[in-house]
């Protein structure tokens, strides 16, 4: 902070009689996003005070501003997170080629933001030339690299990665498509990285990674605690976790079956954070040992039944975070209510169609009111459940009062739902759970009514995303809830029957509002003069019409997939995009002048 | 990672204007303005005029009782029909805003644009007011009344259409990363051989 010093000594004591370099140091231990954002907003010194002493941005969509605006604002940035894609890309929603290339942010990076020491990409196209623009520039102080759910590069710009950033304490990769040709980029990190922390390449295809290659990370980075790699026969990984000493957290590997079993694993003694891929009813119990040290448990993709998952988690009286599939059943939510008092993160994935139809792998109203009861830390929960009630949503708002993060979706498999419409349990949720800062509920026609759409926008006062899918019946109910949600800034609708005419003028009414995305979106042809009634100045539209995809699936079939049309709108200083592919379709928006018609 | 927000209200000044930018507290003024615009455009102005001739004091009211000339009317957009509609409910701006330094039972004149057409009143305060709250009942009311925007309410039968085809337009929807973990189950099942590492 030399010239900053300076700089700020110059200048003489405010109005409030505090002198630039005092707030300078004040403002250093104001981290949170928003709180920055309204010292910003005091006055133009506080403003520039803020961009010269601002250590991360986060950018939630890398169209709405500029690599070059963002240098211009934040000169002396350490840590940058962009996110590109809209979440629903996560669900194969969005074309591959539909945009969030790093290229012009990392040219910015490698050329103006020389304090830059954290990199991370998310749901973004990046391409092996720009991870070597980045390593050349910024390879000496780059400490943290996070690619997550990424595309676009190959194992040959992690080849540029492993040579240049040797100072690396992270290197994130979890759930990117990676082409890859070798394994040489991890033998790269292995001869000449000596402070990694934390290797993840979890959820990647990567299978030409060689076990020996982990175990010398393994013994030459002594820091070594988060450890997430792709499938891997366990066995070959004795000599590692022999090797990682320190290692706290570990998920990833294989089970295959093997004739002598899995007894001769160990794992290292600290050892708290753990997710077996295919691990199953038999090899379960070589997990017992650690059981009661576990603080995190991966259960997503195991192989594991309803018994199983009881006899696992009663043995975790301290387990802080489960991620599982609905197989886990009520009958395992209730041992959860029972033996996992600490619980603050809970999520439970839909299994496939075919699999959930006894009974036993479902989860409904009896194991949420269960876990309302029992884990009374609770702060994110996300749950597909095939029966649900307007009682276990009561439960909800009246037992779980830390609750940040609720996403609940109602599976389509039962045709009769016990308790709809969940006006009721909806309201007493909101109500109850004042934190709620992420919401998300997916129901059926009949789920909710206007009237308990409207709940949503009235009770919903500290919300700021929001995905809401077959809620409502009209309009109206859209235009009731439009009148509440004052933080709402990112909007995510599905599968409701709104007009334009009433989407337009509920974007107006929610203040707050600076992203929205709808699915389902009919044909542009049909609406056009509705659909320009929501262009507005500085706000971009663009709309993917529905298309048909065929692709080859895992087992050689071919499968036909219809993707319904959907629209995004975003607030943006940098107007319409350019690198759009020929699919989307951009409003032409009139530049309406607001100030012709006002003037008498 | 959940956070506890903290307010950090300097000047005590209001929470929402804090984390409003100009730009978007000067788009709230426009917006208001609009909306008495849209509130009074759904009334005809026949009415208006009969209900001020009604109730004005000034004997000299109706002479000065003008319309422009929808030629030398100000430039309105190019759709205003659009425009209007969509702010429904707004708060209205009182009339006393725009009058002049006059006051109570004097006359101040109230502007309204109507269907391309200006035209202006000069009304004492409480008739305004009136006149306004006329106008909210009327758009509150009835939607039929709208001239303009035959979009609004579609016919119950094309609602159930859409309802219907969407039904079967969106599945529950996965992540990729589980998708993939339940195509490679169904494999390792058929399979015999296990992945080479």
Redesign the interface.
């Known amino acids: 902070m030399g010239e900053n010093y300076n700089e700020l000594k110059k200048s003489t004591a405010s109005q409030t009689g505090l002198t630039d370099v005092v707030l300078g140091w004040v403002m250093l231990y104001i981290d949170d996003p928003e709180d920055r954002s309204a010292v910003s907003l005091v006055c133009r010194r506080w403003y520039e005070l803020d961009a010269l002493t601002r250590k991360h941005i986060t950018v939630a969509l890398c169209y709405t501003t500029s690599p070059e605006r963002l240098r211009r604002r934040f000169p002396h940035l350490e840590s940058l997170k962009l996110k590109g894609k809209p979440r629903a890309a996560m669900f194969d929603m969005i074309p591959e080629d539909w945009g969030g290339y790093v290229t012009p942010w990392v040219k910015e990076i490698a050329e103006n933001l020389t304090c830059l020491k954290s990199v991370h990409f998310r749901r973004m196209i990046v391409n092996d030339s720009d991870l070597e623009v980045l390593g050349r520039s910024r390879g000496e102080v780059l400490r943290c690299l996070k690619l997550d759910k990424c595309s676009g590069f190959s194992t040959d710009g992690l080849l540029h990665v492993g040579r240049l950033c040797r100072q690396l304490r992270t290197l994130f990769l979890e759930d990117s498509s990676i082409i890859e040709k070798d394994g040489r980029w991890i033998h790269e990190i292995a001869m000449n990285n000596s402070v990694l922390e934390t290797l993840n390449f979890y959820m990647t295809d990567l299978v030409k990674v060689s076990f020996e290659d982990l175990q010398l990370i393994a013994r030459n980075c002594r820091n070594l605690v988060s450890v997430k790699i792709s499938d891997c026969e366990i066995l070959d990984l004795v000599g590692f976790f022999h090797a990682a000493a320190v290692l706290e957290e570990f998920n990833g590997g294989s089970f295959y079956d093997q004739p002598d079993g899995y007894a001769a694993v160990t794992f290292p003694s600290r050892l708290c954070r753990l997710g077996l891929t295919y691990m199953g009813k038999n090899e379960m119990p070589i997990v017992f040992p650690f059981a009661p040290l576990f603080k995190e448990l991966d259960l997503l993709y195991a192989l594991l039944d309803t018994e199983d998952h009881c006899l696992l988690i009663q043995r975790c009286p301290n387990l802080e975070v489960l991620k599982t599939r609905n197989v886990i059943g009520d009958r395992g939510l209730e041992v959860v209510a029972r033996s996992c008092k600490q619980l603050k993160r809970l999520r439970i994935e839909a299994d496939a169609e075919e699999e959930g139809m006894e009974d036993e792998g479902l989860v409904s109203q009896t194991g949420l009111m269960a876990l309302a009861q029992g884990c009374l830390k609770l702060e994110h929960l996300a749950v597909y459940v095939s029966d649900i009630t307007n009682a276990s949503l009561e439960y909800i708002g009246t037992y779980l009062k830390n609750m940040c993060d609720f996403r609940l979706v109602l599976l389509d498999q039962k045709e009769r739902i016990t308790d709809l419409p969940l006006d009721k349990g909806v309201r007493a949720l909101l109500r109850g759970c004042g934190k709620l800062r992420r919401f998300a509920l997916h129901l059926r026609p009949g789920g909710l009514t206007d009237a308990g759409l409207g709940y949503i926008g009235k009770y919903s006062w500290n919300i700021r995303w929001m995905l809401l899918g077959y809620v409502g019946e009209s309009d109206a109910g859209l235009l009731e809830f439009s009148k509440g949600c004052p933080k709402l800034q990112k909007l995510e609708i599905g599968g409701c029957f709104f007009s334009e005419h009433a989407l337009a003028a509920a974007m107006i009414r929610l203040t707050s509002l600076r992203y929205l995305w709808v699915l389902g979106y009919r044909e542009l042809s049909q609406s056009s003069r509705d659909l320009l009634a929501m262009t507005r100045l500085f706000w971009n539209i663009e709309l993917v019409p529905a298309r048909r995809v065929v692709k080859t699936d895992r087992v050689g079939e071919v499968v036909v997939v219809e993707h319904p049309g959907h629209l995004l709108a975003y607030y943006s200083l940098e107007g319409p995009r350019i690198d759009f592919p020929d699919l989307i379709f951009r409003l032409n928006y009139q530049r309406i002048s607001l100030y012709r018609s006002i003037s008498l | 990672m959940?956070?506890?927000?903290?307010?950090?209200d300097?000047?005590g000044m209001e929470k929402?204007n804090?984390?409003?930018?100009r730009?978007?507290k000067s788009?709230?003024r426009?917006?208001s303005?609009?909306g008495l615009?849209g509130a009074l455009s759904k009334v005809n102005p026949e009415l208006i005029k009969s209900v001020i001739a009604s109730g004005l004091k000034n004997p000299q009211g109706q002479d000065n009782v003008y319309q422009m000339d929808s030629n030398k009317s100000?430039?309105?957009?190019?759709?205003?029909k659009?425009?209007q509609?969509?702010?429904?409910?707004?708060p209205l701006l009182t009339p006393a805003a725009?009058a002049t330094s006059e006051n109570g039972p004097e006359t101040a004149p109230l502007?309204i644009?109507y269907n391309g057409t200006v035209s202006v009143f000069n009304v004492p305060r409480d008739k305004a007011e009136s006149i306004l709250k006329l106008a909210v009942e009327v758009e509150g009311n009835s939607k039929n009344v709208e001239p303009i925007?035959s979009?609004?309410?579609?016919p119950p039968s094309d609602?159930q259409q859409?309802?219907e085809t969407?039904?079967g337009?969106?599945?529950?929807?996965?992540?990729?990363?589980?998708?993939?973990?339940?195509?490679?189950?169904?494999?390792?099942m058929?399979c015999a051989s296990?992945?080479?590492?």
């Open positions: 959940s956070r506890a927000s903290v307010e950090l300097f000047f929402q804090c984390c409003k930018s730009f978007q788009l709230d426009r917006l303005f609009r615009q100000f430039s309105v957009p190019s759709s205003p659009e425009t509609s969509l702010f429904p409910a707004l725009r502007t644009f925007d979009k609004v309410a579609s609602r859409l309802l969407l039904n337009d969106l599945p529950i929807a996965r992540r990729k990363s589980l998708q993939r973990f339940l195509e490679k189950r169904k494999e390792r058929t296990p992945y080479a590492c």
